[in-house]
């Protein structure tokens, strides 16, 4: 719908009118400040609606707003009570003169009236705004969740001139409100008492940051209804069981193993029972596959507990002597990962269930994660992520000190990285490690970063498990309705140190003399259940022995285990990819030639250097005619050549995503992958996705400005499928720099510790062609040293595919445009996958030198490790062994020479 102000606003939206006039008319009507202005656009809507349900003086505010009155000018008072007239008719027909005072002191009445009501809605917005600063989120009872002790001001009845008096007075609730239920009016009294249920109880909300009044609307529905926490009986129980099983699985690992470090759960039991609450509802609203990313604390409970990984196998990982049976090193057991489906009982459909593996840099893992989600919505056919998603579990010091945090999402609601939203659940321990939160933050919250993608922040105390049920039912629903990312803040403590091993109270002596002295979760909510009658202490005891003999079973099991298999902990196993022997161990078979048929490159180069079917800029068209000369004499540049291999592959089914910042057109200017219309905003022409009607997608994708985040999403989006090319490419080469723990944590080291194979490939432009001290060079000394060379093992005789399944990555700085063809496309011909590091030119993209004849890249042709020069060897007086622009350099050099 659409208002018109004559020739000053013109055609705009309604709410953008009005937006103005509230921000013009601040200083003149000073109610329009504030949070108020927000409130005061929903009572709008509500006029919009039906006139009559507002105040009488708002639906004049309202029409005189839209009639076009300036500032200071709309508010007009409209007094509830009447106001006598100056002059009334007397007993014998003459005009009588009222009592001057009895009219103004009427009319002051009325006035009062309406200030006392619109004072009562700025009350109602202030809770819903503020509530959550006064919440009762510490199960320690001894620090306050916002480290801020205060009351708000706005939360005080003085700050709206409201007495005791006022608290059995009536008040008409808004329309935007569901606290009343079906009472339209309630006493200020019973208003407060519902509002410091609401929002200042176990359950702090923050949402009114969110800008789209009707997602508000949507968390005030959820919080508000009454009645809306109510559990049933089976619902207790069945909490009550999960309890007993996160508990007594700590108690079981902590007796029988006790110095062991195992980042036990204890303080936040109730994660388990939160996730399983978030799988069920979000199972019930079509979610079947869950991604889960988390740091150590509490990952071996819910390996056991969330994922129903085999308690045996889990047990035995306890066991000091035992080795790897396949090949790798293995990591310890509170970083692995793992890959399970089942049944879940309460839907009676099936899930899967994935633990991304980990290192110990604290959220490195968040972008992996969100990639593989984004990769198996693809190659599920899932594009509004209605069937996988995201769990992200968080540290308090983590979530708010880490910078991969922000990055990962700020790529959450971009087109080519949004995974329909991640469900975030922060264990906040209230300490990291021993950093008090005074010291380890400067916002109020550890979670106050996700108010920059507009989440919903759901602060609640872990002590009150069904308060945390119900923060995990609006979670579930939110994401399902709204596909955006949404905060579980679960407020909890640590009840051991950083590890089982460690002294808490050195330095916080106060908080774990506390700790001591408060029962843990079940015992609280066994009370709790006793005393309501829901259950019985026979039930509890039980469900307690009916946990002890699964646990006591399983590790009866686990000493019988005399080996352990790191393909046991894959997070998402690739079935049917490895060609096994009998012992699953995988066959190396020869990897074939690379070359493809002279028809197909001249397909891909034509429609490469085509005009397109858009109005492009005039530098585009003398690059798509200097292609189309090359097309014509059959050889290619560094651009044609890297295009030659990307359509190839497409046109052969496999799928190519390249991402990084400015790939669609280049760093320098080469690629243009993606085309312009130079007249059309957005409308733009993509030649690799129009080789064939049967090819294979082709994703290419400018990122944000981020390279750890970027990077580590694309990782994630190779390691969930092995049958699609996936490629980063760096602004600079130097620019890995950003992204180093994914590099040295994940890419080159993660085959080894996780049995994780993949075939990303990064791109370094600039690779080695000196620039300065910034961009003078990749650091390929870096990735050399990180290479897992061993010098006591000789090649020689040795297939080169035996060497790159031996090594953990492949180093390149390639010479010729048809080598780097057959690198990218060697990725998706090997029998495995590795990744491969490419310290890709400046100056061999357009040199003269640096091309490639189409022959050496049809059948029967191959990547070439050494490209032989040709010459009569008999006749070599000096020989050079050279690489990228280095073989221009000797060219020249032999060129002055002579020879």
């Given amino acids: 719908m659409y208002a018109v102000r004559g020739k000053l606003l013109g055609r705009i939206p309604v709410h953008h009118a009005l937006r103005s006039a509230l921000k013009s008319s601040a200083a003149a009507e000073p109610f329009l400040n504030g949070s108020s202005s927000t409130y005061v656009e929903e009572m709008y809507e509500s006029w919009r609606q039906d006139p009559s349900s507002v105040h009488k003086s708002w639906q004049i505010f309202f029409s005189r707003t839209e009639g076009g009155a300036g500032p200071g000018e709309a508010h007009v008072s409209a007094p509830n009570m009447p106001v006598y007239p100056m002059f009334a008719p007397s007993a014998g027909g003459a005009a009588a003169e009222a009592p001057a005072g009895d009219v103004i002191q009427s009319s002051r009445a009325g006035q009062s009236m309406i200030l006392k009501h619109h004072n009562f809605q700025r009350l109602l917005r202030s809770y819903q705004s ?368 950083h590890n089982e091993a460690d002294e808490p109270s050195f330095t916080q002596p106060l908080m774990y003399k506390r700790i001591r002295e408060t029962p843990n ?102 690059i798509l005619k200097g292609r189309k000369k090359m097309a014509e004499a059959r050889e290619a540049d560094w651009a044609l050549g890297e295009a030659l291999a990307f359509g190839s592959l497409l046109m052969e089914g496999y799928h190519v995503r390249l991402s990084g910042q400015d790939v669609e057109r280049g760093t320098f200017s080469h690629r243009h992958h993606v085309l312009h219309d130079q007249d059309v905003d957005g409308k733009v022409y993509n030649p690799l996705q129009n080789l064939s009607s049967s090819q294979q997608k082709y994703s290419v994708s400018n990122s944000s400005l981020s390279e750890f985040g970027v990077l580590g999403f694309e990782l994630g989006f190779s390691q969930h499928n092995p049958n699609s090319l996936v490629c980063w490419e760096a602004q600079f080469g130097d620019f890995f720099n950003t992204a180093q723990p994914i590099v040295d944590q994940f890419i080159s080291s993660g085959q080894d510790k996780w049995y994780r194979q993949s075939n990303l490939v990064m791109l370094l432009p600039h690779g080695m062609e000196g620039m300065g001290p910034e961009h003078s060079s990749a650091r390929m000394e870096r990735f050399l040293q990180m290479c897992n060379d061993d010098e006591d093992c000789k090649y020689q005789g040795v297939s080169s595919d035996q060497q790159l399944w031996d090594c953990n990555w492949q180093i390149m700085n390639v010479t010729t445009p048809a080598n780097m063809f057959h690198a990218l496309r060697r990725q998706m011909y090997m029998k495995f996958r590795k990744p491969l590091v490419v310290f890709t030119p400046k100056s061999l993209l357009r040199h003269p030198l640096a091309r490639s004849s189409f022959d050496e890249m049809i059948p029967g042709t191959s990547f070439k490790p050494i490209i032989p020069e040709g010459n009569d060897v008999t006749k070599t007086k000096k020989t050079y062994l050279v690489f990228g622009k280095g073989l221009l350099r000797s060219l020249r050099g032999a060129s002055k020479e002579g020879t």
């Fill in 521 to 622: 979760v079940l015992n609280k909510y066994s009370a709790q259940l006793l005393a309501e009658g829901a259950v019985s202490q026979a039930d509890i005891d039980e469900e307690i022995a009916s946990f002890d003999k699964i646990l006591n079973d399983a590790y009866q099991k686990s000493t019988a285990i005399t080996k352990m298999k790191l393909t046991d902990w894959l997070d998402s196993p690739w079935d049917h990819f490895f060609e096994c022997d009998a012992n699953k161990v995988p066959i190396l078979r020869e990897t074939p030639t690379t070359g493809t048929n002279d028809s197909v490159l001249k397909i891909i180069a034509e429609t490469f250097s085509a005009d397109p079917p858009i109005k492009v800029h005039p530098g585009i068209k003398r």
């Fill in 130 to 497: 503020s509530g959550h600063h006064i919440a009762k989120l510490d199960p320690l009872g001894i620090g306050s969740a916002d480290l801020d002790s205060t009351v708000p001001e706005v939360l005080t009845l003085e700050y709206y001139n409201f007495t005791k008096q006022d608290m059995d007075q009536y008040f008409q609730l808004p329309k935007h409100t569901y606290f009343g239920g079906d009472e339209k009016e309630l006493t200020l009294r019973e208003t407060i008492n519902r509002l410091e249920r609401i929002y200042c109880g176990s359950i702090g909300t923050e949402f009114m940051h969110i800008h789209d009044p009707t997602a508000r609307e949507y968390i005030r529905k959820w919080i508000e209804k009454p009645g809306i926490r109510n559990m049933t009986s089976e619902e207790k129980r069945i909490l009550l069981a999960r309890l007993v099983r996160s508990t007594r699985f700590e108690e079981y690992l902590a007796k029988k193993w006790p110095s062991e470090k195992r980042f036990g759960l204890e303080g936040c039991e109730v994660l388990i029972p939160a996730m399983k609450q978030i799988i069920d509802i979000a199972n019930s609203r079509g979610v079947d596959n869950f991604v889960i990313g988390m740091p150590h604390r509490g990952r071996l409970n819910v390996l056991a507990n969330v994922c129903r990984k085999e308690l045996e196998k889990l047990f035995n990982q306890f066991n000091p002597d035992m080795a790897p049976e396949d090949e790798g090193s293995g990591d310890v057991k509170y970083h692995l990962g793992m890959y399970h489906r089942r049944i879940n009982h309460l839907t009676n459909k099936e899930v899967t269930l994935s633990v991304v593996a980990n290192p110990s840099h604290l959220e490195a893992v968040n972008p992996v994660v969100c990639g593989k989600v984004r990769a198996t919505q693809f190659f599920n056919g899932d594009e509004a992520g209605q069937k996988t998603m995201a769990i992200l579990l968080h540290g308090d010091a983590a979530y708010s000190g880490q910078g991969v945090v922000y990055e990962t999402m700020h790529l959450s609601d971009l087109p080519s990285y949004t995974t329909g939203g991640t469900i975030h659940i922060v264990v906040n321990n209230q300490v990291g490690f021993t950093t008090d939160p005074r010291f380890s933050r400067s916002s109020p919250y550890c979670t106050d970063v996700a108010k920059v993608v507009n989440a919903p922040i759901l602060h609640v105390n872990a002590d009150d498990p069904e308060a945390v049920m119900h923060v995990c039912n609006v979670a579930a629903n939110w994401r399902a309705d709204w596909g955006k990312d949404v905060v579980i803040d679960l407020v909890c403590y640590r009840r051991n140190g």
